[in-house]
């Protein structure tokens, strides 16, 4: 018997005796809805719930897929035939910056961790996600942003230097004006609810799941979306650091990209493709996985090879990070590396195939396939796209071929192929497999068919020809073409095509329109699905959480819907009044204890609003209405947070089976203690893309570097300002001592010693600033000053960050919320606070150290 055989055995459940017996007290329930009740009226709009902003999430990112979508055949209709002047070079070439933006950063994307949002709680077996807060403000500051950035087509200064922005086209002096300025803040907002998302789905997925749903026993697709978050927490950063040295080198004139001061173009191209090469799979992987639940439930057969393909997961997730250099074939990079990616590339195949293979063998083991269903003809369609998406992804990893095809309508092709393939249909699949889960009916078969129907012909009709007029020669990103033989033709089918998929596409909105209601209850089991989210649920999800004991408990517990909705299992009402959740151990998944969990409030709203507003204005360069927003978005992400450490003396909860559960905890066990933690690693790999930076600038110019210690501030600069980080240290670990004695009469020490680590963590900026100052060296000279320079600011930021943490524990301390077992804030302040002066040295060591080695 395994470990977790022997925890099952062992628990109530398996014997006929379920952890609460009935009858339950009457009032239970209503309590339970009571506090999970939707605000009345506008205030709907305060909800965080997991079911609204799920909805709403997925709703906003649909709508950007139709719009880019009208770009789409804005673009196909001028390029129907040779000659036309329907569009001028210019909108062309916003419009299609725009399409491509729009699709990879606030569709594909978004989608993504929307449908997580969505589905993971209830498939986890939780009443929703431990930070329900944090996704609302991702959510609003997602669509406010994305909106106005979609505006700027309007009043024609949207970007135009394509999707991928390459400097030096986007340098201020080819792209002046704000337009490029626009898709870095576009890009801004995909940021901020990315990181948010990823950080949100690791500790949901770790930290929230059922009882007894072990690791093993994960649904793949929070398997999924786990290796998901992971790509985004270490890729994303690089991005993240590329759109900040973009924006300063266009506001300030730092060179980092300009070759004539020791900048490179080309490190733009790393930066952003280490990042947007996993983003790829950032899109897939989750498409991957929905498909991993859908052909299981369509087939009534558990998946083949479940194992395998979690391992095909996580091998693809580490692979993808190998792969950037294969956008780059045709820079005159080194013979050797592109070799080396050449290969890698191709490697990649071999997990995809893996899931493939897995895939086709349930299909192949069905119990019922007959009739075919709308999502699993949805999925099949997703079989013969991707895969010959696949092929041709193969093709140009082939280094020569790809020399021939760059930057033709051959990539184009390819590239439709593998994100139509590989996240279009699988998403459509996904929304008629799971739209009776939230609405009360669910969508038609028989328009759902049309809709297959009219989509697989016209992506195939629209981007097959387009292998051809590649191979033709026909360039991509132009606004118009001469009437080449066999040209003219190819691009009318591709015209033709694209109106088909268009066709598809509006019956499925029509779809939605008629049948799609959600109302409390939903459609129910209607596939007959194993899993836990089509358990019967209203707004506080399932009426008790069961403990499971496989991977389909709907198929192994037969008994386990009516039992859940008796309120049989655990944690059956609201024992404390408030929304909660059980956190579990992040292996074996056993109860640790009750989180309690925030209700609607406007703060998410308003924070979203301010931080929107913040970096609207600060593109269109007004800068103090800027602050202003900002200063409002920081006031209402405080507010939010004050409620978020309550009381800690709340008496053991029982939920049922005699399992009595602390309500909150602090220390590395809590929820907040890991989220934490994520959102370190992701400043250390936005400090590491910097790192990298300021080697690779050195690597490509030694000449601008200094070449005698000279022109370095003296030693004694960095020495003052490493002592400084090291005492601020010091004094933070002193109040961590203190807070363990819990005296009171502390308290008053602990904000002075506090305040005090403050400062010096200021000053240990203003010394290192400073020490350069001393020097000859400026940012806007040279690559390696803009790179020293970079190197402080970033800390700068972070101290200033630091700040605001230490400042807002020591009014948690004046408060009196601030005590030994009350401490949350104050550990995660001193987490971070270790983390900015662990950075602040190695930026140090980097930046005085480094030319010292050289000199
Ligand atoms: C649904 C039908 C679609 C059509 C008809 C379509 C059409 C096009 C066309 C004609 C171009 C080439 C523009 C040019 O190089 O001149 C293009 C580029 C692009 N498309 Fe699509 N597209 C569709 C869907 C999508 C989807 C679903 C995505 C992503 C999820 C996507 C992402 C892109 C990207 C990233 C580019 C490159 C833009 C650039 O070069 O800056 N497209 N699309
Ligand atoms: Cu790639």
Known sequence: MTKAEALDSARPGNDGELPNPLPRPAEELERLEQAWRYPPGIRVLTEVNNNIIGVLYIGTAFLFFLLAG????????????????????????????????VMMFLFAVPMVEAVGVLLLPNMLGAR???????????????????????????????????????????????????????????????????????????????????????????????????????????AFPAVILATLLLEVERSFQWPFFIAAKGGDPLLWQHLFWFFGHPEVYIIFLPAAGMVSMIIPAMTGRPLVGYR???????????????????????????????????????????????????????????RRMRPLKTPMLFVLGFFFIFVLGGLTGVMVA????????????????????????????????ALYFWAPYVSRKPLSERIGKWAFWLMFIGVNLTFFPMHLTGLAGMPRRVYTYADHPGWGALNLLSTGGAYLIAAGVLLVV?????????????????????????????NYASRSIPRVTGREPLWEQPGLPREVEQGRWYLPGAPTGRRETVVTSPIEAEPQYLLLMPGPGWSPLVSALGTAGFFLLLTVKMVLPALLFGVVAIVALLKWLWASDPEPDHPRVDIGGGVLLPVQMTGPSSHSWWAMVVLVIV?????????????????????????????????????????????????????????????????????????????????????????????????????????????????????????????????????????????????????????????????????????????
């Open 128 to 234: 929703d996600l431990p930070f329900p807060r944090l996704s609302a403000y991702a959510y609003w500051a997602y669509a406010v942003g994305g909106l106005v950035f979609f505006g700027s087509l309007f009043w024609g200064v949207a970007p135009r230097g394509g999707w991928f922005m390459y400097p030096p086209l986007t340098s201020y002096e080819f792209s002046p004006g704000d337009n490029a300025d626009f898709w870095l803040l576009g890009i801004g907002f995909i940021e901020i609810s990315a990181i948010a998302g990823a950080i949100e789905i690791v500790v949901g997925v770790l930290r929230t799941r059922a009882p007894g749903m072990t690791l093993a026993r994960m649904p793949i697709y929070a398997w999924s979306m786990l290796v998901v978050a992971g790509l985004i927490i270490f």
């Open 398 to 429: 082939v280094v020569p071929f790809d020399w021939q095809a760059h930057d033709t309508y051959f990539i184009v092709a390819h590239l439709h192929y593998v994100l139509i393939g590989g996240m279009v249909f699988p998403l459509f699949a």
């Open 308 to 366: 395998l393909v979690v391992l095909a997961l996580v091998g693809t997730g580490f692979l993808s990070f190998g792969l950037w250099v294969h956008h780059m074939f045709t820079t005159g990079i080194p013979q050797l590396s592109v070799s080396f990616f050449s290969a890698a590339s191709m490697a990649v195949a071999v997990p995809s195939g893996i899931q493939v293979f897995a895939w086709i063998a349930t299909v192949a083991a069905a």
């Open 510 to 538: 029509i779809d939605m329109a008629l049948h799609f209601r959600i109302s409390g209850r939903n459609a129910g089991n209607v596939w007959n699905a194993g899993t836990l989210e089509w358990l019967p649920n209203g």
């Open 683 to 855: 400043s250390a790999s936005i400090f590491g893309s910097m790192v990298f930076s300021y080697l690779f600038l050195w690597t490509v110019s030694p000449d601008v570097w200094p070449t005698s210690t000279a022109v370095l501030p003296g030693w004694v600069w960095p020495a003052i300002s490493a002592s400084l980080l090291l005492a601020s240290a010091m004094l933070v670990r002193w109040c961590n001592r203190r807070l363990l004695r819990a005296e009171s009469s502390t308290q008053r020490s602990l904000q002075a010693v506090l305040g005090a680590a403050v400062l010096l963590l200021f000053a240990s900026v203003v010394v290192e600033v400073a020490g350069h100052l001393s020097t000859p060296v400026s940012p806007t000279q040279s690559a390696y000053g803009a790179a020293v320079y970079m190197v402080g600011a970033l800390q700068a930021f972070f101290v200033a960050v630091v700040a605001c943490m230490g400042l807002y524990t020591i009014a948690r301390s004046a408060c009196g919320m601030l005590s030994a077992r009350r401490r949350q804030t104050f550990d995660n302040t001193r987490l971070f606070w270790y983390y900015a002066v662990a950075q602040g040295l190695a930026g140090l060591a980097l930046v005085h150290g480094f030319p010292r080695l050289l000199a």
């Open 70 to 101: 009208v770009l789409a055949l804005l673009m196909r209709t001028q390029l129907a035939v040779p000659e036309n002047h329907l569009l001028a070079p210019e909108t062309y070439n916003q419009v299609f910056t725009m399409h491509g933006t």
